[in-house]
T-cell receptor
Framework: GAVVSQHPSRVICKSGTSVKIECRSLDFQATTMFWYRQFPKQSLMLMATSNEGSKATYEQGVEKDKFLINHASLTLSTLTVTSAHPEDSSFYIC???????????FGPGTRLTVL | GNSVTQMEGPVTLSEEAFLTINCTYTATGYPSLFWYVQYPGEGLQLLLKATKADDKGSNKGFEATYRKETTSFHLEKGSVQVSDSAVYFCALSGTSYGKLTFGQGTILTVHP
């Protein structure tokens, strides 16, 4: 089956620093990748949709200058949380979709803790 | 817009009990429907899917049937195991981009 990896799985950083999270599709080409945020005991909130080679589309209420998304290749998308603050602490999950498929494959998630 | 409503949890069952988690949806057109499972500390795994009305998705003993007349996609399993303890999400995809709309998730705990 299709595999999506995320790196790092956990990160702890100081307030004011930036953190980059990578999402890779390991055995397929992902024309579209999605970034979600999940709060404890809650559902996934879609942050943005990124298509390879074009700018990401952000959901309403998500600050694009705060959460920078780059989808530079068909197998890699990155989410950079800039000037992180404690309220950015969360579980970030990416997913990837192959062209022509209705199915999304999810990464294992990244637990971000901002001190 | 699209929306998904799941039965509120948490759901607590004894091993070998019958499981039903209700899911209803609102969408235009003909969405694809999914059930995802999330084990503690992990990302989501696709459990099953159905892409058109009357399709039945099944996997690992779980089943769900796409009912367009009742706009439902209820998850069932005849005999749950402790290892089924997880959070279950119902979701739909109604656009060509594959953007998913999730339900709020249902926590399932199975006791020995």
């Amino acid at each position: 089956g299709a595999v999506v990896s995320q790196h790092p799985s956990r990160v702890i950083c100081k307030s004011g620093t930036s953190v980059k999270i990578e999402c890779r599709s390991l055995d397929f080409q992902a024309t579209t990748m999605f970034w979600y945020r999940q709060f404890p005991k809650q559902s996934l909130m879609l942050m943005a949709t990124s298509n390879e080679g074009s700018k990401a589309t952000y959901e309403q209420g998500v600050e694009k200058d705060k959460f920078l998304i780059n989808h530079a290749s068909l197998t890699l998308s990155t989410l950079t949380v800039t000037s992180a603050h404690p309220e950015d602490s969360s579980f970030y999950i990416c997913s990837a979709r192959e062209v022509g498929s209705v199915e999304q494959f999810f990464g294992p998630g990244t637990r971000l803790t901002v001190l | 817009g699209n929306s998904v409503t799941q039965m509120e949890g948490p759901v607590t069952l004894s091993e070998e009990a019958f499981l039903t988690i209700n899911c209803t949806y609102t969408a235009t057109g003909y969405p694809s429907l999914f059930w995802y499972v999330q084990y503690p500390g992990e990302g989501l795994q696709l459990l099953l899917k159905a892409t058109k009305a009357d399709d039945k998705g099944s996997n690992k003993g779980f089943e769900a049937t796409y009912r367009k007349e009742t706009t439902s996609f209820h998850l069932e399993k005849g005999s749950v195991q402790v290892s089924d303890s997880a959070v279950y999400f119902c979701a739909l995809s109604g656009t060509s981009y594959g953007k998913l709309t999730f339900g709020q998730g249902t926590i399932l705990t199975v006791h020995p």
